[in-house]
């Protein structure tokens, strides 16, 4: 008998720690499934290229090089592509999709062997202009978007099978015969399951802020596939981060509620089995996450998604259906705490933003306590606040002891990690956690930004929090400078779509050690047209 009266014991015991799923598999199926009911239906726009250009070298050029009109497409399509390899064409913007295009015959001698072309399709001309092998980046040279294809036999159409993410395209000719023959008919069906337009801004809006909008439009359409992606060129998938600020974007912009609906449930029924949030999932072949890839902040700021997603739209349905989540990453945000109420230095991914070298004791002190007030507004709104009533309590003495340990009262800003680092973005979550006033708030970023040493954002995503720090306490002339310092600075240096590393000191910046394999139209850099549009008294006049 004993055995059997021991059994239920001792599996409640072993579970936990053998893996139990926190949530159940029809929780997570039905959560899947209500994600795959918002799917979006990509709309196809046929596009045609504008123009032949030439690539120069330029000093004063982004990246030193520079696309200059070299005559008309029909100059292409009309002769022998045999005396044209390596030129390149431009489709005019930014387009995501599916490239397609027909190679005839020019002269009376047949096709008699195969011909070899290869295409490059480039977001930015010094993708085009740098040889990419012997490649020396960290991720997959395959990102890089050239593409051989072999035609056997002319006349013929091909469509390069991946989908491609690109304003130019450069064409040569690795291989053929005797006889002659042309290109033409270039086209790219563009998708994007944006729907509306974006309302207007205001007349008399200025002009450097309305091609900010304007740039920011179209990463955001670019970017809004079947689920938010990162990138169109790369990574292609959704990120928590990304998200969240493409969810703000479009809120002010296309209104399309259902993805952000979509990414939220997805990333919720792909939680790992402790019920901590993978920081990115795949869409094909079916939904996955990639599996055992946490960030820490990105989880926290799914729960900060929620509650924004709850009051745009109101949609208590969803929003009661995935508080187990929020609730659980509260959870999960606690055993990275330690006794002193500090970061504990569990190892896990802290992102904040691609800078080398900065320190995140501070700001993931600040969205501690950001993630953990806006949880409890959240619990409120549902009526839930039993269920993490410690919360308040808890968030008061993180700011104390942030207070306490972090803040240089005599210097006017909080230093972050043993080595005291001063970073602009610890004055921005600090900002953000509401653990400065909004006096110390102003005085701790003016500080930081007069500080000559000081670690400033490295991308467009760790910038979005300074413009939001700005505004929160009250800075709005200085958000705006900033804004339109750095949006405008891509603007003039030529940016169709916004990028996804973007220093004004270093055109050459690349987390993965290569540039060309940046993604130049990058979800997390569309932000002005949510500031821009969210408060028009400080930016539309
Ligand atoms: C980059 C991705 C993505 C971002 C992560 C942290 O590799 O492009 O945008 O969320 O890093």
Redesign the pocket.
């Known amino acids: 008998m004993k055995p059997i009266l021991f059994l239920p014991v001792l599996l409640f015991i072993l579970l936990p720690c053998s893996g139990q799923d926190t949530f159940s598999p029809a929780q997570r199926a039905e959560w899947l499934r209500k994600a795959e009911a918002c799917k979006p239906k990509l709309s196809e726009t046929v596009k045609t290229p504008q123009r032949l250009v030439s690539l120069n070298k330029n000093e004063d050029a982004f990246q030193g090089w520079e696309a200059s009109a070299a005559g008309d497409i029909n100059t292409l399509y009309t002769s022998s592509l045999k005396k044209q390899s390596g030129v390149v064409v431009d489709f005019g913007e930014h387009l995501t999709g599916h490239f397609s295009c027909h190679f005839n015959l020019a002269g009376n001698a047949d096709s008699d062997a195969p011909v070899r072309v290869k295409f490059t399709f480039g977001e930015v001309p010094a993708e085009l202009a740098t040889p990419f092998d012997p490649y020396p980046g960290g991720l997959s040279r395959a990102w890089l978007q050239d593409e051989i294809v072999t035609i056997d036999c002319i006349p013929n159409s091909i469509t390069i099978p991946r989908r491609l993410s690109f304003r130019y395209v450069k064409i040569e000719l690795l291989a053929h015969s005797s006889f002659d023959f042309k290109i033409s008919g270039m086209e790219v069906k563009a998708v994007t399951s944006v729907t509306g337009t974006a309302a207007p801004l205001a007349q008399g809006t200025p002009q450097a802020i309305a091609d900010i909008d304007r740039v920011g439009l179209a990463t955001l359409r670019e970017c809004m596939q079947t689920v938010y992606e ?2 169109p060129k ?2 292609m998938r959704l ?4 998200l969240y600020l493409e969810a703000l974007a479009n809120t002010y912009s296309y209104k399309n509620h259902d993805l952000t609906k979509r990414c939220l449930y997805m990333l919720a029924g792909l939680a790992a089995p402790s019920g901590f949030l993978h ?2 999932v795949f869409e094909t072949p079916k939904p996955h996450p990639q599996t055992r890839q946490h ?1 820490l902040d ?1 989880a926290l700021l799914w729960n900060v998604a929620l509650l924004d997603y709850l009051k745009t739209t109101g949609d208590r349905e969803t929003a009661f259906d995935l508080w187990p989540v929020a609730a659980k990453q509260v959870e999960v945000a606690k055993t990275y705490i330690g006794d002193d109420l500090m970061y504990n230095e569990k190892p896990v991914w802290i ?1 904040f933003d ?1 800078r080398d070298g900065l320190n995140k004791q501070a700001p993931l002190q600040g969205l501690f306590v950001k993630t953990f007030n806006d949880t409890y507004e959240l619990a409120k709104m549902l009526g839930k606040e039993k269920e993490v009533a410690d919360l308040p309590g808890l968030t008061k003495k993180m700011i104390r002891v942030a207070r306490q340990n972090l803040y240089d009262s005599k210097r006017g800003l909080v230093v972050s990690g043993p080595n005291k680092q001063v970073s602009y973005l610890s004055q921005v979550w600090m900002t953000l956690g509401g653990i400065f006033t909004p006096k110390e708030a102003q005085k701790a970023l003016k500080n930081a930004m007069a500080t000559p040493d000081a670690v400033y954002p490295g991308s467009p ?1 760790g910038t979005h929090y300074m413009i939001e720090a700005l505004i929160a306490c009250g800075l709005e002339q200085e958000a705006k400078d900033y804004l339109v310092k750095y949006w405008g600075g891509m603007v003039q240096k030529g940016a169709d779509t916004f990028w ?1 590393v973007y220093d004004p000191n270093n055109d050459f910046l690349s ?1 993965y050690k290569f540039f060309p394999v940046n ?1 130049y139209c ?3 850099s569309c932000t002005p047209v949510y500031f821009i549009r969210k408060y028009p008294q400080i930016f539309q006049k």
């Not at 990120?239 to 990304?242: A, N, Q, T, V």
């Open positions: 990162d990138g790369r990574d990120w928590i981060g990304d920081a990115t960030i990105y992102f691609w995503y996804e987390p993604s990058h979800a997390w």
